[in-house]
């Protein structure tokens, strides 16, 4: 067995060259609090301030840890697997090529882009909805028959993309030769929305084969293909396909849509008056006789908190018509009481955290220093550990302080990982698949303005929002993440720990913030 990371770089002297004073000072910090064993050396210190898999080999080579402080044994093993001479360890470049193989002889996660998964193609028939579910299927199949659009107003949890496949299998089956239009602005959310087409199809689904098309990032995708097709598509990607079509051929693409879509579905559909998203239904839906049907999907079927001009105009865009669960018969007067009651939904604690301001206002009277602020909230997740949280996930002030974090509790024995908008592909997917393996050991997820939509890890008992909120939206979609109930492969009881005042009705109870744009819909 080789040693560990920290045990080789300890063998160098050099551990104090790769630490961060301000993880250290933190862990101190920690430390006189009584809240962790005290006597971390500085290369447990270092290992945790370097954090990623790909880092510390590189401070191993470059402190001459590895393969020098190796025995001869270990050396002539790692030479075996990598094939590396001993001149061979002078080339960055090529001691990168073998990163995940040395990864793995140090007991290091390897380091490597998740594959993408091959899209589906074909699809075949037991994609059952609770009573719950297929009231609201109902009422929207009505509406639709009816004409104009509507919106699906469900919490996050409750079973809003399931409810909707079996509205838009029905459509296919219905109306064979068409295609039904699934629109999102992320391709996470159309990756995990056209898996679960593939699920939905196989058991709903009344032919062999029905073709899938991907329109997003770099996929091809062809107008030929559009005919008995479900297509799963960004507004950014089909507006830039009309203007190549116009200027090759003078060609317009929405017409040829109008006449191939039977169903427009908008996921995240709070977002739906952005120009991008007008224009769709301008020249898709409303532009022929009948309108082509739209459905929206929301959680939060409002723009802002107290009520604005935009929430108006989300209402209009959806022509007032808004379908939400009833769950009267059940003698719950709100739907979430519901969900909650019946373990859909896990039973949410509401903690406030305290103020932490927002670095953005730059008042000196509501300054939190890094260093203060590493230490309320790493606090603050250690608590929910000992409480015996086995999966949390922190959203951070800043991307500085979301990698911080993590290296603070890696530093104190947490399994930790940072993600933000800047992490690379390669070491976002070792991060979240780390953080969904099935290990009963505590694992802590940070992560700046990624996680509130597209990520779904059932497991989060605990969410700790530590980063100042002023849309109830974003709120929502944050509180979202950790409250799966036990019927949805969740748990009983979820710790939301936040910043935001929860004297606040709609900031201190999901009930009230999923009824809060009701009355303006009325």
């Known amino acids: 067995m080789p040693p560990t990371p920290a045990q080789l770089l300890r063998s160098t002297g050099k551990s104090v060259d790769y630490i961060d004073a301000r993880v250290a000072s933190a862990r101190d910090g920690l430390e006189a609090r009584g809240l962790v064993a005290d006597g971390a050396d500085a ?94 299927m109902r009422e ?95 507004p950014q990607t089909l507006r830039s396909r009309a203007e190549r079509l116009m200027r090759e051929s003078q060609t317009s693409l929405y017409p040829l849509l109008s006449e191939r879509v039977s169903l427009i579905v908008f996921d995240e559909a709070h977002q739906a008056t952005a120009t991008t998203y007008r224009e769709l239904l301008e020249r898709i839906s409303q532009s022929v006789f009948p309108p082509v049907p739209v459905l929206g999907l929301s959680a939060t ?18 022509d007032g018509r808004k379908v939400t669960l009833n769950t009267s018969d059940g003698g719950y007067a709100n739907p979430v009481d519901y969900l909650i009651g019946n373990q859909y939904l896990a039973q949410p604690e509401f903690r406030i955290l305290g103020p932490i301001p927002d670095p953005k206002d730059n008042a000196r009277t509501s300054a939190m220093s890094t260093a203060d602020y590493l230490g309320f909230v790493t606090e603050a997740t250690l608590d929910l550990i000992h409480e015996g949280h086995k999966r949390i996930i922190v959203f951070a002030r800043s991307v500085e302080e979301s990698d911080l974090t993590a290296a603070v509790l890696r530093s104190v024995g947490i399994s930790a990982g940072a993600v933000s908008g800047q992490t690379p592909s390669d070491e976002r997917d070792t991060t979240t698949r780390e953080y969904k393996t099935e290990s009963a050991a505590p694992k802590v997820l940070v992560n700046f303005g990624v996680f509130t939509a597209g990520f779904d890890a059932p497991r989060t008992s605990a969410v700790v929002i530590a980063r100042p909120v002023r849309s109830l939206v974003a709120y929502s979609q944050m509180v979202g993440r950790g409250i799966r109930g036990l019927k949805a492969g969740g748990n009983a009881k979820a710790v939301i720990a936040t910043v935001v005042d929860p004297s606040e009705p709609a900031y201190g109870s999901i009930a009230h913030a999923f009824t809060n744009w009701d009355q303006m819909w009325e």
């Open 43 to 136: 290369a447990v210190i270092a290992i945790a301030s370097l954090g990623s898999t790909r880092k510390i080999i590189n401070a191993l080579v470059e402190s001459e840890a590895i393969p020098q402080q190796l025995s001869a044994d270990d050396r002539a093993r790692l030479a075996s697997r990598t094939g590396l001479s001993e001149q061979d360890w002078a080339s960055r470049t090529t001691v990168a090529e073998s990163a995940s193989t040395i990864a793995r002889f140090l007991g290091l996660p390897a380091v490597h882009e998740d594959e993408s998964a091959v899209p589906p193609v074909t699809a075949d028939a037991k994609y059952p909805l609770f009573a719950h579910q297929r009231r609201a």
């Open 140 to 234: 929207v199949l009505t509406n639709i028959a009816a004409g104009g659009p509507t919106l699906l107003h469900m919490p996050t949890g409750s079973g809003k993309t399931r409810t909707a496949m079996n509205i838009v299998c029905d459509t296919l089956r219905r109306e064979e030769g068409m295609t039904v239009l699934w629109v999102a602005t992320m391709k996470e959310l159309l990756q995990q929305a056209a898996s679960e087409f593939e699920k939905a199809w196989s058991h709903l689904g009344d032919r062999k084969e029905l073709k899938i098309i991907h329109a997003y990032d770099s996929n091809q995708w062809s107008l030929s293909e559009i005919d008995d097709a479900i297509l799963f598509a960004t």
């Open 301 to 318: 079927p409002g723009r802002t908190y107290l009520g604005s001009d935009d929430d108006f105009a989300l209402i209009d865009l959806f």
